[in-house]
C-alpha cells in the first residue's frame, strides 16, 4: 500500500487490503455476517476520473445479476470524502496469477468452460450497450461458488457511441489492434478480440504476442499486434478447431472477427462437441422494447427497452429458424428463461476448480470421462407429453454427439491426412456455409497459381493454406480474390480452401483441397 488507509465504513469491519491500482485501492471487510470487497477511489484523482467511477457503479448494477459479472451491492462515499464500490467478494487469486504464479496452464477443457461462460457475460453487455474495454486475465475472478466472474468495467463505454483510442487503462497485450491505433473506433469485435487473446493466454501462460526472449514492453508488443498474423497455442493438444476459432477471434481486422460474443462462444461450444465434452450453456441478457416481445439476439439496447430476464443458449435444445437483423434466415439454438435473478451463484454443471484443473509444468491432454447433458432435473409430473418429449431430446443428444463432428464440419486434430476435414469458427448447430467449389492448382512459369469459383463477398470470405504434401498444414490466410499464388518450391504443394460466414463465423462443412499432379 501507499500510505492510505482503509476508510471507515459504518457497518462494516475492516479485514485487510486486497490490492491497488493507479486509480484506486481494494480492501476486504465484513458486512453483514458476509465477507466483501470494497474498491475505494483514490481522492486525489479529477472530475473525469470521478465520473468514470461513478459510470462503473452504475454500469455493473446493470448486469450484476449475471453469474459470471461480478455483483456489486452497494456505493457510496465515506465520510472521507472518498467514493467506494460494495463488490461481491471472490476469494484472490485472478486467473492471471493462477496461470503465470506457479499454477500452470488451463487444460482445453476449462478454458472452453470459461470462455463460454465468460462470453455470456460480455454478450450481455453489449446487449445493454456497454463495452468492456479491458477483457484480460486479471479481470476475471473466481465465485467462491467455482464460477468465473468479469470484473473491472472502469474503462467501459458506450455501443453507441464511436469511440476513439484512450492511452489510460489499456492493457496492451490483450488489446486489438484497432484499439492501440488513434482514432480507432472500437466496436463489439473489439472485446471478442480481448477474450480469445485472454483464452490464449489460459492455455499459453503468455499473452498472444508476448515473445519468450523480448522485447515486450508496450511499444515492441503493440507493433506486433499490429502487424504479425496471429500466432498459434504452442501445445500440441489443443485441437485444430480451437485453434482456429481463436485465430478468428485474433484477426486483425475486426470484420474478420467473429461478428458479437455470442456466435464467438457458439464456434467454442462446437469444439466442446467436436471433443465429446459435456457442453457450456452460455448466460445473457435478454433485452425486449418497451411494451413489446423482442427477439433473442437484439441489437443494443436503445431507450426505451427493459431487461427482462437472462436466457441460458444451449447447443443441446433443438435449434429454431430466425430472422437474423439483416432480414435473412440464421440459425440459433432455442432460449429458455430461467429463474435465477439475484438468487445467488449456486455451483453448476460446468462450474470448474482451477487447483484441481490446470496443468502444472508441460501441457497434457485432458482425460477427464466424457458426460452428455446439461445435469438439469427432469420436468415433474408424468404425463406421456413429457415422457415423449424426454425421449426426443435423448436422441437429439446421442445424435450430437455421435453425428456432431461431421455436422459441424470438425474432426481430430491428429488426422494423418492433408486433405481431412479441420474445423474453422462455426455456429455449433451448423449454420448453412456454401462449399468451395471449383477449386484447380497449376504451376506456370516458376510458380503455382490456384483459384476457385466466387461467391457473395459480403456475406462469405474464402481462407487458404498452401503446404507440402508431406508437411502438416500451417495457418489459414485470407483471400482477397478467388486467385492465389506461391513459389513452386517443390513438386508435392497442395492448397486447403474454406468459405466462412463473415457475421456468424460458421465454415463450409467441407475443407476443398487440391495438390499438384
Given at each position: ?36 470487497a ?14 468514470a ?9 446493470k ?50 468452460e ?29 465465485t ?13 463505454s458506450s ?90 477471434g485474433?484477426?486483425?481486422?475486426p ?44 441489437p443494443?439496447?436503445?431507450p ?14 433443438a ?81 450430437l ?37 471449383g ?69 463450409s ?9
Amino acid at each position: 500500500m501507499t500510505g492510505r488507509v482503509a476508510p471507515e465504513l459504518v457497518g462494516f469491519r475492516f479485514l485487510e487490503h486486497l490490492g491497488s491500482g493507479g486509480f484506486a485501492d481494494v480492501y476486504k471487510y465484513e458486512n453483514l455476517g458476509r465477507a466483501v470487497a470494497v474498491k475505494v477511489l483514490h481522492g486525489n484523482l479529477g472530475a473525469d476520473n470521478q465520473r468514470a467511477f461513478e459510470a462503473e457503479a452504475h454500469t455493473m448494477a446493470k448486469l450484476s445479476n449475471h453469474p459470471n459479472v461480478v455483483s456489486i451491492f452497494d456505493a457510496g462515499r465515506a465520510q472521507s470524502g472518498s467514493a467506494y464500490l460494495v463488490m461481491e467478494f471472490c476469494p484472490p487469486p485472478n486467473l492471471a496469477t493462477r496461470v503465470r504464479g506457479g499454477g500452470g496452464v488451463l487444460t482445453p477443457r476449462h478454458a472452453l468452460e470459461i470462455g463460454i461462460q465468460i462470453a455470456g457475460a460480455v454478450e450481455s453487455a453489449h446487449r445493454l450497450g456497454i463495452l468492456h474495454r479491458d477483457i484480460k486475465p486479471a479481470n476475471i475472478l473466481v465465485t467462491e461458488f467455482g464460477r468465473p466472474a468479469l470484473t473491472d468495467f472502469g474503462i467501459s463505454s458506450s455501443t453507441s457511441v464511436p469511440d476513439a483510442y484512450v492511452a489510460e487503462g489499456v492493457s496492451v497485450p490483450w488489446a486489438p489492434p484497432e484499439q492501440l491505433t488513434r482514432g480507432g473506433d472500437l466496436t463489439a469485435a473489439a472485446d471478442v478480440y480481448a477474450l480469445a487473446a485472454t483464452l490464449w493466454t489460459l492455455l499459453a501462460g503468455r499473452a498472444p504476442f508476448e515473445e519468450p526472449t523480448g522485447p515486450n514492453d508496450a511499444l515492441a508488443m503493440a507493433k506486433r499486434i499490429r502487424t504479425v498474423p496471429p500466432p498459434r497455442v504452442p501445445r500440441p493438444d489443443v485441437p485444430e478447431s480451437l485453434q482456429a476459432a481463436l485465430m478468428s477471434g485474433l484477426a486483425k481486422a475486426p470484420t474478420n472477427r467473429f461478428a458479437t460474443a455470442e456466435s464467438f462462444a457458439r464456434a467454442l461450444q462446437a469444439v466442446q462437441a467436436e471433443l465429446r465434452l459435456p457442453m457450456t450453456t452460455m448466460d445473457a441478457v435478454q433485452v425486449v422494447p418497451v411494451g413489446g416481445s423482442g427477439a433473442a439476439g437484439a441489437p443494443p439496447a436503445p431507450p426505451g427497452t427493459r431487461v427482462v430476464g437472462f436466457v441460458s443458449i444451449d447447443p443441446e435444445e433443438a435449434p429454431e429458424r430466425t430472422v437474423g437483423r439483416d432480414g435473412g434466415p440464421t440459425s440459433t439454438t432455442s432460449r429458455r428463461m430461467i429463474d435465477h435473478i439475484g438468487t445467488g451463484r449456486g455451483p453448476t454443471s460446468s462450474s470448474w476448480d482451477v487447483a484441481g484443473e490446470v496443468v502444472g509444468g508441460s501441457a497434457r491432454t485432458d482425460t477427464s470421462s466424457v458426460a452428455v447433458g446439461d445435469g438439469s432435473s427432469p420436468p415433474r409430473g408424468g404425463s406421456v407429453q413429457w415422457v415423449l418429449v424426454g425421449i426426443a431430446a435423448a436422441v437429439a443428444v446421442v445424435a450430437l454427439a455421435l453425428l456432431g463432428p461431421r455436422l459441424l464440419g470438425v474432426v481430430a486434430s491428429d488426422a494423418p491426412a492433408p486433405s481431412s476435414p479441420t474445423v474453422l469458427p462455426a455456429d455449433a448447430l451448423g449454420a448453412s456455409v456454401p462449399d468451395v467449389a471449383g477449386l484447380a492448382i497449376e504451376r506456370v512459369e516458376g510458380r503455382v497459381t490456384a483459384s476457385w469459383q466466387q461467391v457473395d463477398t459480403t456475406t462469405f470470405e474464402d481462407l487458404y493454406r498452401f503446404y507440402d504434401r508431406d508437411e502438416k498444414p500451417g495457418e489459414f490466410l485470407p483471400a482477397d480474390e478467388p486467385e492465389v499464388t506461391a513459389s513452386a518450391s517443390t513438386k508435392d504443394l497442395c492448397i486447403d480452401v474454406v468459405r466462412r460466414n463473415r457475421t456468424t463465423g460458421a465454415s463450409s462443412a467441407q475443407i476443398a483441397t487440391r495438390c499438384l499432379p
